[in-house]
């Protein structure tokens, strides 16, 4: 059974950065492409950021893109978000997903996401 935990969210100010943690386990883990999604309230699960399983390979949502970088420490079964110059808008509950198939570069679309975390709250005050 796989399971990823998020962490790292919190109360940020604009123009401020955080770093999402997500842990995983229950496979090996560095076979698979993962990737960072985030909903706003009354608003749709959308794309930030995804990363291959060979760990050069990364895409970013244009809205993101220039302000985070997503990584990954296979050693350490660990995904991670670093996000900086916060704006309001990026204010959301943060989730991590990992890809349904192995040995995929980054994966964008939702649907081929098959195992997903909790989220973890980010707001961004202005």
Same mark, same amino acid.
Do not use: H
């Given at each position: 059974?796989?399971?990823?935990?998020?962490?790292? @969210?919190?109360?940020? +100010? *604009?123009? !401020?950065?955080? #770093?999402?943690?997500? &842990? %995983?386990? /229950?496979?090996?883990?560095? =076979?698979?492409?993962? @990737?960072?999604?985030? +909903? *706003?309230? !009354?608003?749709? #699960?959308?794309?930030? &950021? %995804?990363? /291959?399983?060979?760990?050069? =390979?990364?895409?970013?949502?244009?809205?993101?893109?220039?302000?985070?970088?997503?990584?990954?420490?296979? &050693?350490?079964?660990?995904?991670?978000?670093?996000?900086?110059?916060?704006?309001?808008?990026?204010?959301?509950?943060?989730?991590?997903?990992?890809?349904?198939?192995?040995?995929?570069?980054?994966?964008?679309?939702?649907?081929?996401?098959?195992?997903?975390?909790?989220?973890?709250?980010?707001?961004?005050?202005?």
């Amino acid at each position: 059974q796989v399971q990823l935990v998020e962490s790292g @969210g919190g109360l940020v +100010q *604009a123009g !401020g950065s955080l #770093r999402l943690s997500c &842990a %995983a386990s /229950g496979r090996t883990f560095s =076979r698979y492409a993962m @990737g960072w999604f985030r +909903q *706003a309230p !009354g608003k749709e #699960r959308e794309f930030v &950021a %995804a990363i /291959g399983w060979n760990t050069d =390979r990364t895409y970013y949502a244009d809205f993101v893109k220039g302000r985070a970088t997503i990584s990954r420490e296979n &050693a350490k079964n660990t995904l991670y978000l670093q996000m900086n110059s916060l704006k309001p808008e990026d204010t959301a509950v943060y989730y991590c997903a990992a890809a349904r198939l192995p040995y995929r570069d980054y994966v964008t679309a939702m649907g081929e996401y098959d195992y997903w975390g909790q989220g973890t709250q980010v707001t961004v005050s202005s």
